[in-house]
């Protein structure tokens, strides 16, 4: 059985991305836990009397949020499943820091997300919240771009360098998908050059075929001076589903120097993304 988290704070976006989670996992024995992390504003503090007792209001409001979160959940037909089970966790603190201590502890597969529009304030939004949870927590991630309504995933797409993968079995979170839908699979690389498919290449997709027990897995270079556009160029003209980042850890200077790619892209992301941690 599958254990995934779903983080929530209760908007239409975070929904969204609930919502979707539940129809593309339907064929899965699937444990969701969903989660919100609650903690006081100036606002809350200012109207209280104690901190004590408005943490205990926060806990109890939170709580049942989610209890009736569940409960709408279960009333439509088309997401009450019995492969499907529901538990709910409500914790004062940072979202961020909660999700990292509670993967630590938890079997967690999954964390689905919502990320909202891309205006200049929601940038920001996206940066403090889904992206910090991306880059900081290490557990596969799914984020699911506002007002994106569900399809299943016929075409997947990897944009990888095409560089070794230090984790042998990391596109494992793959499977079920696989499994379920049998999509197209494709290895891609966005390049300002165009380059020629060679033994590492061939054998990057040869091990993912091997770890996913699937016929065969594509691989192509596509020719674009800009990699954020050319990914996303890419995407449009294969009709990408499901696109997959490889996210790759990076030392203090190259963080200080280099445009995180993840991010990026994220922040242009018009399908869901799949995030992997290398």
Do not use: W
């Not at 630590?104 to 403090?128: C, Y």
């Not at 992206?131 to 299943?152: F, G, N, Q, T």
């Not at 165009?194 to 691989?219: F, R």
């Amino acid at each position: 059985m599958m254990t995934i988290l779903l983080p929530t704070d209760f908007s239409n976006n975070a929904k969204n991305a609930i919502f979707y989670a539940l129809e593309l996992y339907k064929n899965q024995e699937v444990n969701f836990i969903l989660m919100n992390a609650f903690h006081p504003t100036h606002d809350d503090m200012a109207n209280s009397i104690t901190g004590g007792s408005l943490n205990d209001l926060l806990s109890q409001a939170s709580e049942k949020q989610l209890q009736e979160l569940i409960a709408e959940i279960k009333s439509k037909k088309q997401l009450n499943n019995k492969k499907h089970s529901f538990s709910f966790k409500s914790v004062y603190g940072s979202l961020v820091e909660i999700i990292d201590t509670f993967v630590d502890k938890h079997p967690i597969d999954l964390i689905v997300m919502g990320a909202k529009g891309m205006s200049a304030v929601e940038k920001i939004v996206f940066g403090s919240n889904t992206y910090a949870v991306i880059k900081e927590v290490d557990c596969p991630a799914l984020v699911i771009p506002d007002k994106v309504s569900y399809s299943s995933p016929s075409t997947i797409s990897i944009a990888t360098d095409f560089k070794e993968i230090k984790k042998k079995n990391i596109f494992a979170t793959l499977q079920p998908l696989v499994k379920d839908f049998k999509p197209e699979i494709t290895l891609f690389n966005v390049t300002e050059e165009m380059k020629s498919i060679g033994a590492d290449e061939k054998q990057m997709a040869q091990s993912i075929t091997n770890i996913l027990d699937v016929a065969d897995i594509k691989t192509s270079y596509f020719k674009h001076e800009d990699v954020i556009y050319g990914t996303k160029e890419y995407v449009k003209q294969h009709n990408t589903s499901l696109m997959v980042l490889v996210n790759k850890k990076r030392n203090f200077f190259e963080d200080l120097f280099h445009i995180s790619f993840t991010k990026q892209i994220s922040f242009h992301a018009e399908i869901p993304l799949l995030i992997l941690h290398d």
